[in-house]
C-alpha cells in the first residue's frame, strides 16, 4: 500500500529547489516526525516489542513447559518439512483470497452507489453499512448458521420450492460457509475505505470527460476507477490481510475441512503448547503475506500505469 | 449544480443492487431479535412461541450489562484516539517528506497480519514483566496497535492528493498551523475521520481474542458472550442484548438525523 | 501539540475569538470523553479473592458463605476454555485461584504456577467425596492441589428420533457410517481423545505407549470423515442436536439436560465401553494475593448449597456428597446422575493426567488427524 501512495504523495512544489524551501524543509521533516511520534509510540510499545519478542521466541525451541533459549531453525525446518504448515498456509491463501476479491467486487458498487448517486444522508448510508457490525460477531454466526444448516433457512426454502431432494449439506461446516461469513463479517471494511475514496474524486474531471464526449463506461474505466484504485488497495490489504490469519470463523462454522494456518498458530499457543513454533509460524505467515502484497501492489501499479 | 446531474442520474440498476446489497447485509442480523423473542434455548426453526422471557432475564444479568458499558468505554476511547493518531500520521506521511516513510508506513500496517492471539499473548507478557495489572487500559492499548492500521488506512487516501493550494492559500493570509488544520484541512478530511471512527469503534466492540489476554476482571461483551458458550441457558439472553443494541443505534441514528445534526456534517452537500 | 500552539496564539495575541471558541469545544468534548475510559478499571476490590473460571461459574449462588462474610462476591476473570486460561496465566496473569479439569491438572501442576490446598481450612472438605479427591496426580507427597467442584460424564448425545439405535448403546454410535456427516465431537483433544482409547479399547493407563498412539490414531482416522463439526464449545453442538444438524455427538451430561428441558428428544447414552467421568476442581495460585479470602471462597464452592444449585440449575455433579440430599432419585437419574454418586465414578473411566510431552504429542497427532492427514 505504501509504495503507491508515496508515489503520488510528494508533489513537484514541495520539490521545488528555493533557499526558502529548502530552509523550512528541514523543520518540516520534523514537524511530520511529531506528528507521527504519538503513533509510533504506540506502535513501538503495542507492536515493536512484542514483535521482537515474536522474532526471538520463533528461534527458540519448546522443553517440556520451558523453552531452550539456544538460537536453532529447527522450527522453520519443521515448517518446510511437515506437509500440514504448507498445506494450511495454501489454505488461508486460498479461502482469504476469494473471499477478498468476492467483497471487493460486491462491495464496489455499493460504495460507488453512494458516493455517486446518493445526495442526501450520506452519512446515514455509511451508519446504515456499519450499523450489523455493531451485533456481536458471535451471534452473526449463529445467524449464519441458522441460514446455511441442513434445516436451515436455505435448505427449506430450496426443499419447499422442489428445487432440491435432500438439503445440500456442503453449505454450513464447510469452505463456502466460511468465505460467506467473513465476507459477510468484513463488508463494512471493503466499503469504507472506498466509499472515501471514490468520494474524494473532483467532479469536474467527469464532466470535462463527459464534454469530450466519453460515455458513461469509458469515463468509469478512465476516471473513476483509476481514482479509485488507491481506496480498492486499502479495501483488499483491510480485508486480506487479516482474514489470512484468521481464525475464530473456520473454527465455528468451518467444519473439519476448513482449518486455517491461524488455527494452527493458536493451537500451538493452546493446547499443543509450543511457543515457538506458534512463533515461528506467525514470522512465516507475516513474510508470505508481505510477499503477496508486495506482488499485489507491483501488479496494481503496473496496470494502472498503462491505463493513465 | 444542476449540470452535474446527468453524471448524478439516477442509475436504476445500481439502485436495485444497493436495495440488495442492504437486505443480504441485514438478513442475518434480523434473526437476531427473532430468536431472542422465541421461546427456546436454541436458535433454531420451528419458532416454538413468543416470550419476553429472556428480556426480564436480561434484566437482572448485571454481570452483561457491565460487561457492555466495557465494551462501550474502551470502543469510544480506542476510537477517538487511534482516529486522532491516526489523521496526525496520515497527514505527516502526506505532507511532509520524511526519510523512511515507505518503511513507517508498512510498520504501521504490521499489525493486520498478526494474528489477534499472538498480540495478546506477547503484549501480556510484556505487561506483566513491566508489573502493569490487567484493566480496561490494558485492552485499550491493544485494541489501540489493532485499530491504528484501520485508520491510517482509512484515512490515507483521504488526505493524500487533495488540494493543497488551500492549505499554503490559508497560512499564506497568516493563519497559525492549528487553524489552518481546523478550519481547512479537517473539513476536507471529515468524511474520512467519520469513517475511521465507525471502523475502529465497530472493530474494537467486536474484538475479543486481545480483550482476553489483556483484561482482568472487567470482560468486554463479546469476550462475555465466547465465554458464555460453556452454557446454552445464558444465550438467548445476549440475543436480547444485541437486539436492544441493534435497536437503541437505529434510534439514534434516526434521532441524530431527525435532529438535523448529520446534515450539518456532510461537507459534500454544501460543497458541489 | 495543537494546544501547545493555541496556547503560544493566545499569548502572542494571534488566536481568533473564533478559533478560541472552537478549541474550547474541542476540550470540552475531551473532557466529556474522559470519563468514558475505564473509569470502573478497579471496580473489582481488591481486597476480594479473584477466580479465573468459565463465564456460568461467575454468580453469586456458588459462592453463598462467602458473600455472607464479606458482603461481596469474589472477583471474577472469565474465560472460554481451560487452555487458552493456561496460556493466559503463564503470560503473567495472577489470580487468586483457577477452575482447570482433571485432564490438565498435571501439566498446571508442572507449569509451576500454583501450590498445594491446606484441606484443614476448609470447613467442607470432610463431605467431599472421596473417590474424586483421591484422583490420579490429584494427591502427592506435596499435598491436595485440587480441590474438586462440579463433575460429570462425557457420553453421547443422540437423537432418538432421528438416530435409530441398533442393539446396545455404544461408543460404534459415533462411528457409524449410516450417519456419516451427521455426528459431532468435542474437538479438545481433551475429551476426543480419551473417548478414542475407550473406543480403541486401550487401557487409560496405557495411554502414554506407542501402540495406544497407533491404535487411537487409528479408530479418530477411522472416524473422521463421518463428523460434520469439531467443536469447542457445548452450545454450538446442542445448537446443531436441536436443529438436526447432527444426529449424535459426544456431549457432556449437561447437555443432554439442557435438550430435554428445550423438549428435544435426546438421550444421553450410557455406552457399554463406559463412559469418560470429568472433574474440574479450584487451583490456587502460587502467588495468590488474597489467600485467606482465596479459602474462603473454595469453601463457600464446596458448600452443599453451592452444589445444590450446580446439580439444580446445571445438571452437573458437585463434589460434595451432602449437595445430593436435597434431590430425589429420580431427578439425578434424569440428569445423568444418582444418589449414590459413587456408582456413576466407579462405572465410569477417569483420565488419568499426562505430561506436557504427551498432551503436546496427543493434541499434535490429533490435529493433523482432524485436518485429514
Known sequence: MADVQMSSAPSARSQRPSGLRSMLYKSETARGYLLLSPALLVMVVGMLIPFTILIAMSFWTRDGFDFDTTMSMANYQTAMDVPIYNAFLARSFWISGITTVATVLLCYPMAYYVAFHVHRNKMLWIILMTLPFWTSYLLRVFSWKVILGYEGVINSGLLGLGLIDAPLEFLLYSQTAVIITLAHAWAAFAILPMYVSLEKIDRSLLEAAADLGDGPARRFFRITLPLSIPGVISATFLIFIPTTGDYITPALVGGPNSPMIGNLIQLQFGAVNNWPMGAALSVILTLWIAAVGLVFLFVTRKSQESVV | MSELSYIKRPNRGLK?????????????????????????????????????????????????????????????????????????????????????????????????????????????????????????????????????????????????????SMEEASADLGENGWFTFWRVTFPLVLPGVIASLLLTFTISFDEFIMAFFLTGTDATLPMFIWTQLRFPQNFPSVLALASIILLVSFLLVFVALWVGRLGLIEPEESQS | MDVVDNLNAVRNGELSRRAFTRSLLAAGVGLMTAPLLPRRAMASNPDEATIFTWGGYDIADFYPSYIEKNGVPPNFSIFGGTEEALTKMRGGFVVDAAHPCNAGLKRWKQSGLFQPIDTSRLSNWGDVMPELVNMAENVDDQGTWMAPFDWGGTSITYRTDLFELEGEESWDMLWDQRYGGRLGSLGSGGDAWWCGAIKAGVPFKDIATDDAFERISAVMREQRPLIRLYSDDTTTLEQALASGEMVAAMTWNSSAVALQYDEVPVKFAKPKEGQLTWVCGIMLHKDAPNVDKAYEMIDAMLSPAAGQFMIGEYGYGHSNARAFDEFDDETLVGLGLSKNPADILGAGHFMIPQDQNWESRMNETFEMIKAGF
Open chain 2, 16 to 164: 436495485i443492487y444497493a436495495a440488495a446489497f442492504l437486505t443480504v447485509l441485514y438478513v442475518p442480523i434480523l434473526f437476531i431479535p427473532l430468536f431472542s423473542f422465541n421461546d427456546s434455548l436454541y436458535v433454531k426453526f420451528p419458532l416454538s412461541g413468543f416470550t419476553f422471557q429472556w428480556y426480564i432475564e436480561l434484566w437482572e444479568r448485571s454481570a452483561v450489562w457491565d460487561s457492555l458499558g466495557n465494551s462501550m468505554r474502551v470502543g469510544v476511547a480506542v476510537s477517538i484516539i487511534s482516529t486522532i493518531l491516526g489523521t496526525l500520521a496520515a497527514r505527516a506521511i502526506t505532507r511532509s517528506r520524511l526519510p523512511g516513510q515507505n518503511a513507517i508506513v508498512a510498520f504501521v500496517m504490521l499489525p493486520l497480519v498478526i494474528p489477534g492471539i499472538i498480540f495478546g499473548v506477547s503484549l501480556l507478557i510484556l505487561l506483566s514483566r513491566l508489573g502493569v495489572s490487567l484493566s480496561l487500559y490494558t485492552v485499550t492499548l491493544g485494541h489501540l496497535v489493532v485499530c491504528l492500521p484501520f485508520a491510517v488506512a482509512t484515512l490515507l487516501p483521504r488526505f493524500e492528493g487533495f488540494d493543497k
